[in-house]
């Protein structure tokens, strides 16, 4: 038997209850996998409290790393014994679960399980924001909110190590504090500063190349605001709430401005483009381009206080439940 969250009903966090259950043998093309280590991200709430649409009932969770327990028919490339990380799809709040072998890769040495956990889909998103949705060049300016975050700490330290100049929000002079030591600067506290105005005269009055925005609701009027003339707004999450459609012509008005809102479900959609992006932010962590801090671990039955923890912005780096 082992354990597993699973959501009947969608709401907050105590809509996921604790259960035992068979996990069974994979079926074909699939691997059984035992976790060591599991990553919590914000997309687990959504996906909880319902605005991200998932059938129920469900096991929450999308990333992990473990030992392969066992391989399905026609799985020629993992074996029992083997050290792997995935992500998606959903299921990963659980002591062990069966998944696609496509979704799964390697770790290499030198990244240990809860490491892994760590870095997987909130690094795989960083790499794809600075390399793909955008190719981030030395010279440019951007403005990364919630900079002490998961997402945000890496994707501020990657591209600083880039040669990029990032300028960095964060919700308490703590926070503030580990965005400046992410390679922000200046780090502004959006909570107590006029931030729109800060990071504007931090440009010069010219406005930054590139907002990347996971908090969403609260911060979309005015990062539309920090942006130069045809710069790219990249609104990846809704952390303080859902942005709507905006009438366009705002951003006619504000510059001829562009707009992506980008997932890793279209990024990180086939088995290449996974592990290409896994391999490069492996890369990047074990050459230094970044490092990667776990600031909260709970044990696996404790996951509804890890989400009231991360609604209740009171993390920084990542948070990780371990079985
Ligand atoms: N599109 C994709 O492919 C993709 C993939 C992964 C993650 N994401 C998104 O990236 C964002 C960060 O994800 P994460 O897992 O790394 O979380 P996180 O950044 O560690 O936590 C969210 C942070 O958002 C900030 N925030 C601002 N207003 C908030 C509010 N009203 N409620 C809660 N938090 C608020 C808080 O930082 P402050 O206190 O500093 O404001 C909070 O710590 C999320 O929006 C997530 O959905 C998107």
Redesign the pocket.
């Known amino acids: 038997m082992s354990r597993a969250f699973v959501v009947r009903e969608t709401g907050g966090p105590d809509k996921m209850q604790l259960e035992e259950r068979e996990v069974g043998a994979p079926g074909p093309g699939q691997i059984r996998v035992r976790n060591k280590a599991i990553g919590?991200?914000?997309?687990d709430?959504?996906q909880r409290d319902g605005h991200y649409k998932v059938d129920l009932p469900f096991v929450p969770g999308n990333e992990g790393a473990g030992e392969v327990v066992a391989a399905g028919e026609g799985v020629t490339e993992f074996k029992p014994g083997d050290r792997v990380g995935y992500t998606g799809p959903v299921g990963a709040y659980a002591d062990e679960r069966l998944l696609p072998a496509g979704r799964a890769f390697s770790l290499p040495e030198g990244i240990d399980f809860e490491t892994a956990a760590a870095v997987m889909?909130?690094g795989?998103?960083a790499h794809?924001?600075l390399f793909e949705t955008h190719a981030v060049k030395p010279a440019e300016t951007i403005l990364v909110?919630?900079?002490?975050?998961?997402?945000?700490?890496i994707l501020a330290q990657w591209a600083t190590a880039l040669g990029v100049r990032v300028i960095g929000?964060?919700?308490?002079d703590e926070?503030v504090a580990l965005?400046r030591a992410s390679g922000c600067d200046p780090a502004i506290n959006?909570?107590t500063t006029d931030w729109v105005k800060a990071a504007r005269e931090a440009t010069g009055g010219r406005g930054v190349d590139v907002v990347y925005d996971?908090?969403?609701k609260?911060?979309w009027d005015g990062s539309l605001d920090c942006l130069r003339p045809r710069g790219l707004m990249v609104s990846?999450?809704?952390?303080?709430?859902y942005v709507t459609v905006p009438n366009l012509t705002v951003l006619a008005t504000k510059g001829s401005l562009y707009v992506t809102?980008?997932?890793?479900?279209s990024?990180h959609a086939s088995t290449a483009e996974l592990r290409a992006s896994m391999t490069a932010t492996f890369e990047a962590l074990l050459s230094g381009k970044f490092r990667v801090a776990i600031n909260q671990r709970f044990p696996l039955a404790e996951a509804p206080e890890a989400h009231r923890a991360?609604?209740?912005?009171?993390?920084?780096?990542?948070?990780l439940l371990i079985p």
Do not use: C, D, I, W
């Open positions: 919590v991200n914000f997309v709430v959504y889909l909130k795989g998103t794809y924001l909110h919630a900079a002490a975050g998961g997402v945000g700490s929000t964060a919700g308490s926070k965005a959006y909570r996971g908090v969403g609260a911060t990846y999450g809704s952390a303080s709430g809102r980008p997932t890793t479900g990024y991360l609604e209740a912005r009171q993390t920084t780096g990542s948070s």
